[in-house]
T-cell receptor, first 112, second 114 residues
């Protein structure tokens, strides 16, 4: 089984709607990173969360790390076609090792 | 432009051949990585080098040999390619001494073994 589980695996939403992607670990997350990937391209870093209860926002994307540091959510408000892509959560499960483990990704499609 | 760049972008080759993928970063980072993304989009770490020293070596066949001539470069050589090696290989870099420094990824090399 994966050390990081993302849900849902795929998501189709109407443009303008809100959506949430979840990332869950059975271990403590020492650092949680959200990335976005478009087909044929590399991973683009979105946000990093470290502290339990931390929340960060960038434009219409908000990421949270729960108090127990075992789950994170990524929320997109008023989705746009430019938000389409694969979202991956990556986590440092071995403090200080800088060995990121990734979830299986969530494929987001935005319908006009 | 500051970036992690890897070449080639696409690589199509036959089973049994030997091939190399090159990676360079000009971000001044001291740590570089190779990740493999399979057809199901699972992204898994293969190797990590810190200042030219191997620090992470996951259970990867020894047909895969990373080489870091300096901290800005990390190449991946693959011997006797097999069908199962087909995947997208990503190079990444980070600054290890900066706690929780995010990884910066290249655009990937799509390897197809026929």
């Amino acid at each position: 089984s994966q050390e990081l589980e993302q849900s849902p695996q795929s998501l189709i939403v109407q443009e303008g709607k809100n959506l949430t992607i979840n990332c869950t670990s059975s271990k403590t997350l020492y650092g949680l990173y959200w990335y976005k990937q478009k087909y044929g391209e590399g991973l683009i870093f979105l946000m990093m969360l470290q502290k339990g209860g931390e929340e960060k926002s960038h434009e219409k994307i908000t990421a949270k790390l729960d108090e127990k540091k075992q789950q994170s959510s990524l929320h997109i408000t008023a989705s746009q076609p430019s938000h389409a892509g694969i979202y991956l959560c990556g986590a440092d499960l071995f403090q200080g090792a800088q060995k990121l483990v990734f979830g299986q990704g969530t494929r987001l499609t935005i319908n006009p | 432009d500051t970036a992690v760049s890897q070449t080639p972008k696409y690589l199509v080759t036959q089973m049994g051949n030997d091939k190399s993928i090159k990676c360079e970063q000009n971000l001044g980072h001291d740590t570089m990585y190779w990740y493999k993304q399979d057809s199901k989009k699972f992204l898994k770490i293969m190797f990590s080098y810190n200042n030219k020293e191997l620090i992470i070596n996951e259970t990867v066949p020894n047909r895969f040999s990373p080489k870091s001539p300096d901290k800005a470069h990390l190449n991946l050589h693959i011997n006797s390619l097999e069908l199962g090696d087909s995947a997208v290989y990503f190079c990444a870099s980070s600054q290890r001494d900066r706690y929780n420094s995010p990884l910066h990824f290249g655009n990937g090399t799509r390897l197809t073994v026929t």
